[in-house]
């Protein structure tokens, strides 16, 4: 877990230095502690990875204070209201998270939080919280200790990352996404840039590491915004498209359909959308009809008839095959240049 989410970082920085929003900070030790610093809003957060606790499934309170993590926790975040802690780990602690979250999702009032979000809730979560409590020394019933422990839930977070082969595929597939070359070289000079380059306990910077990758191992960063084939490509895609659907319609027209509504209504609120059903129940005029709109409000968006070109290839040579530079998801993303899609 800790290779896996060390590299997930290394992508981030590189992520970070595109849209030149965030910097990472890598403190580490023994490749446990990454530092990660939010430039826009100046939160500094401490990311502790833990693999896992023995054989057990799942962390208990009791657990995450036996193994050192909620003391920890309490350093950190004692030392400026601002911070943030997170505990990187392959098994989850749901109980612990949910409490954090009902801290966050609370109206700020750390008696209002006690009364309904501990006393109400139930005997376990009474006995979590009182764990959490006897573990940083502190005690609930006292006003000043009550509000310490609120703050601390309040920005603690859990972050499952598991470390299997869907974890290492997401890294392929990321690396391949924001990066020239072959994905297997830049994870394998992510893994080793901390040590070859005597990097532990020194912050790491995006333009640092942007810059390293470049020079030394001539990997770049994608950038198809400015990819003058781009544009001519999709708005191609999109003709055959249209022609494909056009000598269907009665009297050159769409009939508005109810679900095209719905799908536009999912797509605002950013979900994502499967229409099926039985050959000539008007699927395609549904996603013409999409399409008209997109087309209306200037929202970039790639069609493709999957029954007239088989994807039975990589991503990147299917776009090819179409004659997109890079993967569709990839090309289509580099015309929107930050607007939403389709």
């Given at each position: ?102 801290a966050r999702n609370s109206n700020d009032n ?233």
């Amino acid at each position: 877990i800790y290779t896996n989410f060390i590299i997930s970082n290394g992508l981030w920085c590189v992520y970070s230095f595109k849209r030149r929003k965030k910097i990472y900070l890598f403190v580490s030790i023994y490749c446990v502690w990454i530092y990660n610093l939010c430039v826009s809003t100046g939160v500094r957060q401490l990311q502790q990875c833990k693999a896992r606790f023995g054989s057990r499934n799942s962390w208990s309170v009791k657990a995450l204070a036996y193994r050192g993590i909620l003391g920890h926790l309490q350093t950190h975040l004692s030392r400026d209201p601002q911070q943030e802690f997170v505990l990187v780990s392959g098994i989850p602690a749901q109980h612990f998270a949910d409490i954090c979250e009902s801290a966050r999702n609370s109206n700020d009032n750390p008696l209002d939080f006690f009364k309904y979000q501990i006393q109400e809730v139930g005997e376990k979560r009474r006995k979590d919280f009182r764990d959490f409590c006897n573990a940083l020394e502190l005690d609930p019933g006292q006003e000043e200790d009550l509000k310490k422990a609120f703050s601390y839930l309040k920005r603690t977070y859990i972050e499952l990352f598991p470390d299997d082969r869907n974890a290492w595929s997401d890294l392929f597939t990321w690396a391949g996404f924001l990066l020239t070359g072959e994905p297997e070289a830049a994870i394998s000079v992510l893994l080793t840039y901390v040590e070859n380059n005597d990097r532990f306990r020194k912050p790491i910077y995006a333009d640092e590491l942007w810059a390293y990758l470049a020079e030394h191992h001539h990997i770049y960063l994608k950038r198809r915004e400015h990819d003058s084939r781009v544009a001519p490509a999709i708005k191609e895609l999109q003709r055959q498209f249209y022609e494909s659907i056009r000598p269907g319609l009665i009297d050159n027209r769409i009939i508005p359909r109810e679900e095209t509504s719905r799908i536009i209504e999912c797509i605002l609120s950013e979900q994502y959308v499967v229409l099926h059903g039985a050959a000539g129940y008007g699927k395609s005029g549904i996603l013409y009809e999409l399409t008209e709109y997109l087309h209306g409000e200037n929202i970039p968006y790639l069609p493709v008839r999957l029954d007239r070109r088989i994807p039975d290839k990589t991503a990147v040579r299917f776009g090819e095959d179409m004659g997109l530079p890079d993967s569709p998801a990839y090309s289509l993303a580099g015309l929107a240049a930050g607007r939403n899609v389709c």
